[in-house]
DNA sequence: AATTTCCCCAACCGCGAAGTT
DNA sequence: TAACTTCGCGGTTGGGGAAAT
């Protein structure tokens, strides 16, 4: 049969650990060592349960638990692994030195999730938040008429406010519904396809001369942890490299071929854009097509290879050299939470700028 | 100065995977 | 192989401090 119960939960202490608790626990560790939680607390003469001993221990007292404000570089990491990993935080964890799962997630969730919400950055998918640029129900709906459509306020930024201009695609695009009907449901036939509707349609249109104007377009489709699948032959570098969207699908279709990765996930992929073009770092900030634009980071010693992030047991976390040398242009290692902001805005503007390309939408009215 | 609201983060809870008997 | 425990993870909560009114 199996073992006896892990604690009795009765007459055990519950919320916050007082000086004299943690210093029990650290001189039992010292001692002792950690291993056994069940039996921990009592040995240790703790009137805690081993889950609350392991929790406290992991997350607080481990003397390697680095305290303070997250660098711009560790800000950087986190959000790259959680384009990859999602909330796999002791995934995360084990990339960043001496920060718990438990201290990203709570950053993550007070500080980085708002502030891609704010810049109209879904925190889930990491793409912008096209549902936010739903012209036709942003007219329909009485916001418009009441509010002036205040977008600036939700999406943080400017150029896509102007109502005329709102109202003139919606014209252009009500006219085209059935096309768009067509397109939509041929685009959208597989799941996880992130691009908008409407976004695909106006570029199709824009791209009339293009002879497949979808390669085009730059919506974002993440394979996840699951697609991913295992690691071929242990590499997975040739899916590490975020270009151009045309020169990478071609790039990810030869990849594929040659490792026989199943066709029909090489069609629908098309990438996402390196988060260095969120964050700025050297000439991706200048030029997000760029073929230099990897979703490696520009920082040397953070390489996230999809193998090395997926393969790495959080319980052993590798260790990262902490000797950063990066090639961003900003530094934001001392900067403000605003500056930080202001910046990322920036850079979502430049971004969804490129991809409705305003006067090229008015030129096809 | 007092009160209210907001925000952060340590800690708890529940669940699933892995391990043990 | 089944039954059970332990461990670890991710989601959530609530206490306390800071900021706003």
Redesign the pocket.
Known sequence: ???????D?NGL?????TPEE?QKLIDYIQKHG???????PKNAGLQ?????C???W???LRPDIK?G?FSFEEEETIIQLHSI??????????RLPGR????I???W???IR?RLLRMGIDPVTHSPRLDLLDISSILNSSLYNSSQMNMSRYIGFQPLVNPELLRLATSLLSSQRETYNHNYIHQNAHENQLCHPQMIQHLVQSNQNVQNPVEDIPCVQFPNESQLGEPINGDLSNITTFSSPSSQISEWQQSSANTGMPSSYTEDYVPLPSYSTYYGSDQTLLDPSSETSTFQSNNSNQNFGFASVLST???SPPPLNSNSTTTTTYNFNNST?DERESYCSSMLKFEIQDILDVNEFIGNL
């Open positions: 049969m199996g073992r006896a119960p892990c604690c939960k202490k519950k919320g916050p650990w943690d950690y291993g056994n939680w069940r039996t921990l805690r349960c081993g889950k609350s392991r929790l406290r992991t997350n607080y305290r404000r990993l999602g909330n796999k935080w002791s995934a995360i964890a084990a718990t799962d438990n201290e997630k709570n950053y969730n007070t500080h708002k047991p959080s319980s939470e």
